[in-house]
């Protein structure tokens, strides 16, 4: 395809040419081939994935006469800005091209609209992908389709976002054969992986297009004049260094990885705020209209900094950003350059980067993650598989288009390449389920949901089934949120009158009931004294109070990397590679090696030691939070039984604390606890089924596929069922399901989600196995240098967020003492 003058004009009064990739994407296009285009950021990633559409938009005598090109984003945000910049160079070249978006929040007139008019460029959201397949006028809307756009596509495709999508893709398929597909991307650590994600089971893998390498990044550790903590995640310590890099640079992303996080870093950089400089936050649940506000401020250039969480991770352009500032480890390599390159958000330019360690540990992490990213190293997940209940729901999609034949829409699902290994076996048991509840529940009427027709197709039941899918599509449960306004609080007649006004934003449901009257807390930048709870949500007045709480949130924090735990371990293990490590922790590392072992990269360290009339084991896995806390509920049931009588574990992300009554060191030493046995990886077997019966994790983790499986409906005509209603229902069927039907989907799907992320599994498994016959063991007389992060963090308040800095130094004097002396 050859670039025509119009476009070639434009490039040039921009002062532009195009770029191999673009004109790659180009060519592929010409022969109708899907691409993954992989391409850093500022590269003209997203101009290259519109190019060949703009062209044969511009060129064709059918315009207007139905969706010519589909835009698929992971964000509504994104998706709005991809629209208002593309929008710039159509006008730029008069070309009679119509773009328009459809999220969530387009209005119910303009879908309406877009049926019977549909746009040549329609950028939407891989829900709304999915609504707008189970319209029974999906095929007209698509009947001219030619394309295909995913971009940041590999952020999608390790969710069940990114299995919801491929299933929409299935339909698109059936409805426009011939349109082809354009995949995203500036970082992936498995390409091979995305191109054959890309196509349908069976065709060859989409072709590679590799962009430009951008200039290496500078990314810079904080070398702090203060003492690094040994433990926690605030990174407060170093808040006046942080305010000092950003009054240097013009404009500034703090990036933190939680919503906590970000709250209290915000506070601390106003409250060092001397300069007066404009300083704004950016978090998930603030109200929309703030973000939007902050959003605006920073493309117009009004703000110095932002202190944010992933929210502003992906492609968004929202202005020259000159740094970025990461507040304790990225956690991921490919992370870590996802968000290095919202600054200097142009190709040639090097991106500019200061991480800061909130801990000891985290320096290591930060170091290595700093090598990775010189090194252009990935490690974002491999895509999600056959999720049951996501199954389930495309299931009752496809019925509301219109009935179907289970043969067809077996061959239809089988095409995606996250179920191509889908047995048929199990696809009939998850239309039995939507059709009828399942074996257990076949006899209440309200789990039937389809009806067999003569010639051996499936409708839907009842009309009412429609609206309710359409009310409670996609995959994202979020915990029930209570939406917190600022309240003004009188006295009238004696009596204390709250009345609500402006809503900052929306909190958990479980943390704000825990509050009483009086307590205060940290939300929206502002310190707030909570009022009480009324119809509409929580009330709070501002306040001046120097402690308060930091809102703590059930999701958001992310895992250690393999990769990253890797380089971790390696460089403990390498004392030469030490030498870039701040003094002060040299000196720690160095310590442990004398007064106990610095383990190799493939061994694990277990040490014993007394203290404070417990006994207590510490080991060194290095494999992340969620495995360390799965392997310390295993480890505990072993050794009870074993006599060792546990009292209770923690775990960080690099390592585990067991405390128990009775001497470890000497049940090692005599063979009555063999660590070999210990760890054996039968753990994984008969403990880890009898634990997770005992326990709530499968009961959340079966409520959540039972609302994306649509045994349970959130939303409803007319109403909203709260969260207590939904747990209490979703417990009472799975008690019913585990004793009458122990197989049902849903279970199966419950316990996929559990093992995949809740106590992941899988990498506990590759733990036990690295280190079959490596265990080394150390009986030590006292607290050993690299036991004191994790040591310190026994017995810290975790349920309102990061301890203080200042206050956890003090706390922990004694240990550390203990464990840093010389003799």
């Known amino acids: 395809m050859i670039l025509p003058k119009t ?38 990633k997203t101009l290259a994935g519109f190019l060949p559409s703009l062209v044969e938009l511009a060129q064709s005598p059918t315009r207007g006469q139905g969706i010519h090109t589909l835009y698929v984003s992971p964000l509504k ?9 593309l929008e710039a160079p159509v006008a730029e070249m008069g070309l009679p091209i119509s773009i328009e978006t459809r999220t969530g929040d387009t209005p ?20 709304q992908l999915s609504l707008l397949v189970s319209d029974p006028g999906a095929a007209h809307m698509l009947a001219s389709l030619r394309c295909v756009i995913l971009d940041e596509l590999h952020s999608l495709v390790t969710s069940k976002r990114g299995v919801l999508l491929s299933l929409a893709l299935t339909r698109v398929q059936t409805h426009a054969p011939q349109a082809r597909r354009v995949g995203l991307s500036a970082t992936v650590a498995d390409p091979d992986a995305l191109r054959a994600w890309l196509v349908p089971t069976g065709a060859p893998p989409a072709p590679l297009v590799m962009g430009k390498p951008g200039a290496p990044p500078n990314i810079r550790i904080l070398q702090s004049v203060e003492r690094v903590p040994w433990a926690g995640h605030s990174s407060l310590y170093a808040i006046p260094e942080i305010y000092a890099e950003i009054g240097k640079a013009g404009m500034t992303l703090v990036f933190v990885n939680t919503r906590s996080q970000a709250e209290a870093v915000f506070q601390a950089l106003w409250e060092a705020n001397e300069d007066h400089l404009p300083i704004a936050l950016h978090h998930g649940s603030l109200d929309v209209a703030q973000r939007r506000k902050v959003e605006a401020a920073m493309a117009e250039g009004k703000l110095r900094a932002v202190v944010c969480t992933s929210t502003l991770d992906l492609g968004i352009d929202w202005g020259d950003v000159d740094l970025v500032i990461h507040v304790g480890a990225p956690k991921g390599s490919s992370r870590l350059l996802q968000r290095i390159g919202r600054s200097n958000h142009r190709l040639d330019e090097p991106s500019e980067a200061l991480m800061v360690p909130s801990n000891r540990f985290e320096v290591l992490e930060c170091e290595a993650a700093r090598h990775a990213a010189r090194a252009n190293a990935q490690d974002t997940e491999y895509p999600s598989v056959k999720k049951l209940d996501v199954l389930a729901q495309h299931i009752l999609g496809r019925a509301v288009a219109g009935p179907f034949h289970p043969d067809e829409l077996f061959a239809e699902v089988t095409s995606a390449w996250t179920y191509r290994n889908l047995t ?9 389920y939507v059709s009828t509840g399942g074996y257990a529940l076949r006899a209440y009427e309200r789990y039937a949901k389809l009806k067999p027709q003569p010639d051996g197709t499936l409708r839907i039941a009842h009309p009412r089934l429609a609206q309710a899918y359409r009310m409670n599509a996609g995959t994202i449960v979020e915990a029930e949120m209570l939406k917190v306004r600022i309240a003004s609080v009188k006295r009238r007649l004696g009596k204390r009158v709250v009345t609500g006004g402006r809503v900052l934003g929306e909190l958990e449901e479980w943390f704000l009931t825990q509050l009483s009257i009086g307590d205060t807390f940290l939300f929206s930048g502002e310190i707030l004294r909570f009022e009480g709870l009324d119809e509409f949500g929580a009330l709070a007045s501002r306040s ?22 890797e380089r971790v371990r390696e460089m403990i293990a390498d004392p030469k590679a030490w030498g870039s490590l701040p003094q002060q922790v040299q000196d720690w590392l160095s310590l442990q090696r004398f007064k106990s072992v610095v383990p190799d990269a493939e061994q694990m360290l277990v040490e014993t030691f007394p203290r404070a009339s417990k ?22 049931r072993r050794l009870e039984r ?44 008969d403990d880890l089924e009898a634990w997770l019966a005992e326990s709530n994790l499968m009961k959340r983790t079966f409520r959540n596929a039972a609302i994306i499986g649509g045994l349970i409906e959130r939303n409803m005509p007319g109403k909203e069922k709260t969260g207590r209603q939904v747990t209490m229902n979703t417990d009472l069927i799975y008690d019913v399901l585990r004793s009458h039907q122990p197989d049902h989907i849903l279970l199966r799907a419950a316990w996929d989600d559990a093992a995949d992320g809740l106590i992941d599994i899988h990498r506990l498994g590759g733990l036990l196995k690295r280190i079959r016959g490596k265990i080394i063991h150390r009986a030590l007389e006292m607290v050993s240098p690299l036991s004191v992060p994790v040591m310190l963090e026994i017995g810290r308040e975790s349920i309102y967020g990061e301890a203080h800095d200042a206050l956890l130094a003090e706390a922990a004097d004694a240990l550390i003492d203990e464990a840093m002396r010389l003799v």
């Open 77 to 85: 945000a994104l998706a709005v800005d991809i629209a208002r910049n």
């Open 615 to 636: 006994h207590y084991m510490v080991l060194y896995p290095f494999e992340g939070r969620l495995a360390h806390q799965t392997l310390g509920m295993l480890l505990t």
């Open 108 to 127: 119910h007139s303009k879908r309406q609209r877009q049926r019977q008019k549909p746009p040549d460029i329609l950028i939407t959201t891989p829900e």
């Open 544 to 565: 001046n109070a120097s402690e308060p709480m930091i809102p703590s949130y059930q999701g958001g924090k992310f895992p250690l990397s393999t990769y990253l735990a």
């Open 424 to 432: 048929r076996d199990m696809f009939d048991q998850a239309v039995d």
């Open 7 to 44: 476009f070639q004009d434009w490039f040039a009064s921009r002062g532009w040419t195009p770029r191999p990739h673009q004109l790659a994407m180009l060519d592929h296009a010409a022969r109708n081939q899907s691409a993954l285009l992989i391409s850093p950021t500022g590269g003209g």
């Open 642 to 685: 074993w006599g060792a009588q546990p009292l209770g574990f923690v775990a960080s992300e690099y390592a585990l604390v067991v405390w128990m009554v009775r001497d470890v060191s000497l049940m090692i030493e005599s063979g009555r606890i063999s660590l070999a046995r210990l760890f054996d990886e039968d753990m994984l077997g």
